[in-house]
């Protein structure tokens, strides 16, 4: 296991309102599924608290528009699909809104949400880096399906791919190299990425 995976403490609590707009209620797990698909805003449930999500910026929908382009394309045809940003994974009595995610199995939750994620993408800001690399890494290492767990820098040119295999294990990627999503059978240089991307590594590469 990583050695980074440790039990959720009040600093990552703290990072969860940090990272969203934070909502004073409680909700049953019933109550949020009942209220969630007519609510204006997104909403994010994890231990019983409701956080609305937060909008996201230029370099964020770039990084965004290309992973879900490039995994869609390599996927036609084949019974995965690529979800962006509406869809949501239950992780046991929790539910979040993963950047991008590849399910291949029949929904179990219908049109709602994934239960069985091979691959799970997130795309880092310095609003909700921490969440992204504590509280929900915890809990995506604990999806049995789940393969792969990505990290995306916005600001900088990283790519971070964590993968299980008998044990999680690390890789980091930078401009020049290409990245392997052994998970679904698709490599992607650094570069296809961070395509249209407006920050200084980028601007100095091209």
Known sequence: ???????????????????????????????????????DVKREYIDGQVYAMAGAGYNHNCILANVVREFSNHLKGTPCGTFAADMKVRLGKDYVYPDVLVDCSKMAG???????????????????????????LIRYANLPSLQEYVLIEQDIVSVQVLRRNNAWKSEYFYLGDSVTFESIGLTLSVEEIYDRVDNQEMNEFR
């Not at 609590?13 to 209220?35: C, K």
């Not at 091979?118 to 969440?131: C, D, F, G, N, P």
């Open 1 to 39: 296991m990583i050695s980074t995976i440790k039990q959720v403490t009040q600093a990552e609590n703290n990072a969860m309102a940090q990272a969203h707009q934070f909502e004073s209620i409680f909700l049953t797990e019933a109550e949020y599924l009942a209220t969630e698909p007519a609510s």
């Open 110 to 136: 219908g049109d709602y949400f994934s239960t069985s994620p091979v691959i799970i993408v997130e795309v880092l800001s310095r609003t909700t880096r921490k969440m992204d690399t504590t509280t929900k």
